[in-house]
């Protein structure tokens, strides 16, 4: 489960900071900001957070994979 949380805390403080970055250079409308920013900070985790995608989606894969326990 750690590998998930490390990745999505990732993803939400990287959004956090490209939206800030953006209210300070470019303070306009929110919503367009908000936007730019999720563009942008989609873009630079896509090639930031590679190894923490990587892990998650290694952990998610062994989870599914793992065998169900049979009830007797």
Do not use: C, E, H
Not at 40 to 45: D, H, L, P, R, Y
Not at 46 to 72: C, E, G, N, W, Y
């Amino acid at each position: 489960m750690r590998p998930v949380l490390v990745y999505t805390a990732s993803r939400i403080g990287l959004f956090l900071v490209t939206l800030g970055v953006l209210y300070l250079l470019w303070p306009t409308n929110l919503l367009l900001l908000i936007a730019v920013s999720f563009l942008i900070s989609g873009i630079a985790s896509f090639v930031l957070l590679s190894k923490q995608r990587d892990a998650m989606s290694a952990r998610i894969t062994d989870r599914i994979d793992r065998p169900k326990p049979q009830d007797d």
